[in-house]
């Protein structure tokens, strides 16, 4: 049995090529572990250039979604030796155990670099969103030992401290565990965690991962959570199926909200130990704290003002809880219409407002002068041309939104409309996505949207959304990828990225990053 001092963890993130910012569950892990004194260190793959897949980001500001960016002024120690590095890195440190989170944009990064370091015997924990999803098929890789099933912040104590004493891992909560035939014990679930327990420690990441382009300039952000979970069922995302797990737990239901005053205390370590300029609040649905509850918040963040982003629904926004949220220092907020037809809204997607709300709703946004951007999805199933034109006419009628994102429907393990485009044949189902501005991964049949046809639709819907109908028959040729579409494209997204945005680039906001930028 080792001491608790020489007990050495080793966290893996794998992710998408330059994806910001640093990852909120690896800071918990990061706080957990150091409690118990264990040695932890970091293997982060954010800063890889991936030649496999497209940088997101690029893909985004290619169709004019973002402002210019100089993706150099954020990335300052650009690597390409992803593999090479993790084994020297695991050969280096040589940790007692690997701790992996992942989603299920990046398993199968992690299963490859799991692979590489087999021969090390060194046992492997892998949680996350995807493992909770799709447990048969995480535990399924031969290089994999564990799975995390739902949250992993007293799963991975008890794991670790087993590990270190000598003990088999079989049996803890929330474990998946390979026995050495291959043979699989699967465990019950855990109690739910309470999240004001544990304050985030972001010290094993690199400086640069902290920064992040928000409307034109760039701020050292910070992740931070105030509400774990989501009350809504919607069909294309996987926090209903978070719901349904806890429910089947014995929970009443997963959804919790952080308590205040942790919060405040949580405000004021991560702004002594990280100086943020930015706080992004993960909360799925920012505005579900009951309402009294919200402005004693709004009281408590009134001493701090840091500019923050909140991402939230319409159903919940009042002009009073905006005017509130500006008083101390929201910078923008996200609204996701996802679809503009209601009956299609309504009965695929489970989404029940109506188009008049999003609009008087986003008035009120653009009434308290909080810059927003509004989140659509196309490349649904059973989407057609028109439906995303419904979407389109809804977003032009929408008043001074600072951005458009347009997302390609993903369909993740744990969503209901997976099982729609699977049961459909529309799938195969052992395919991997790439992220949610990927090409879509539907083969539906006519007149059902043809992949072509969405990333078609994907580089020009901010066109349609924002030009006269009178220049549609252009904006209709920009969506080829032929010679003489993209010269169209590019065309059009000249005069849009001008009208839009004017001759702005994005810059920091404060300048003593520009010198370390360079000096690095």
Not at 64 to 74: A, C, E, P, S, V
Not at 145 to 168: A, L, Q
Not at 193 to 212: A, C, G, H, M
Not at 411 to 436: A, C, H, M, Q
Request: net charge neutral.
């Amino acid at each position: 049995m080792k001491k608790e001092n020489n007990f050495k963890v080793l966290l893996v993130y794998p992710n998408l090529s330059l994806m910001k910012i640093p990852s909120l569950a690896i800071a918990l892990f990061t706080a957990i572990l150091r409690k118990e004194k264990y040695q932890v260190d970091l293997f982060d793959a954010s800063n890889y250039i991936s030649l496999k897949d497209e940088d997101h980001d690029d893909r985004r500001m290619g169709s004019f979604q973002y402002r210019k960016l100089d993706k150099k002024l954020i990335n300052w120690n650009v690597k390409t030796n992803l593999t090479e590095d993790f084994v020297e890195k695991v050969k280096e440190f040589y940790p007692d155990i690997i701790i992996m989170s992942v989603v299920e944009d990046t398993f199968q990064q992690g299963i490859e670099l799991l692979c590489l370091i087999e021969e090390f015997k060194i046992p492997n924990i892998i949680g996350g969103v995807f493992p909770t999803m799709a447990p048969e098929e995480a535990i399924k890789p031969e290089c994999v030992n564990m799975v995390s099933i739902g949250e992993g912040e007293i799963t991975i104590k008890k794991v670790c401290e087993h590990i270190r004493k000598g003990e088999s891992c079989e049996g803890i909560p929330n474990v998946w565990f390979k026995r050495e035939d291959g043979t699989v014990a699967k465990s019950k679930l855990e109690k739910l965690v309470d999240i004001n327990d544990t304050l985030p420690d972001y010290s094993l990441f690199e400086e640069d991962k902290f920064l992040r382009p928000w409307g034109g300039k760039i701020y050292k952000t910070i992740a931070i959570e105030s509400v774990r979970g989501c009350p809504y069922e919607c069909t294309f995302c996987n926090s209903p199926m978070h719901n349904k797990l806890a429910v089947d737990a014995g929970e009443k239901t997963f959804v919790r909200n952080k308590k205040i005053s942790v919060l405040e205390n949580e405000i004021k370590i991560l702004s002594k130990n990280v100086q943020p300029e930015f706080f992004m609040f993960v909360d799925d649905t920012f505005l579900t704290r009951p309402e009294k509850e919200f402005y004693k918040w709004c009281e408590m963040y009134n001493k701090y003002k840091i500019p923050f982003w909140m991402n939230t629904r319409v159903e919940s926004v009042t002009k009073k809880k905006l005017e509130a949220l500006k008083n101390a220092g929201c910078q923008r907020i996200s609204f996701s219409l996802e679809q503009g037809n209601e009956e299609y809204r309504k009965k695929h997607l489970k989404k029940q407002f109506s188009n008049k709300m999003f609009l008087e709703k986003a008035i009120i946004a653009s009434q308290c002068k909080i810059p927003f951007s509004i989140d659509v999805l196309i490349g649904l199933p059973h989407e057609t041309r028109d439906l995303v034109f419904d979407t389109i006419e809804v977003v032009r009628q929408v008043p001074s939104y600072d951005a458009l994102t347009v997302n390609i429907f993903t369909p993740y393990r744990g969503t209901e409309l997976r099982d729609v485009v699977v049961n459909n044949g529309w799938l195969d189902k052992n395919i991997f996505p790439s992220g949610i501005s990927g090409s879509s991964l539907l083969k539906m049949p006519k007149p059902y949207l043809q992949p072509t046809e969405i990333d078609g639709l994907f580089r020009t819907f901010s066109f349609y959304a924002f030009f006269p109908k009178a220049c549609w028959e252009n904006i209709r040729l920009a969506e080829q990828f032929t010679e003489e579409g993209n010269a169209q494209f590019n065309k059009i997204g000249k005069e849009y990225y001008t009208k839009k945005f004017g001759d702005e680039v994005t810059t920091f906001h404060n300048k003593q990053y520009l010198k370390k930028c360079t000096d690095s």
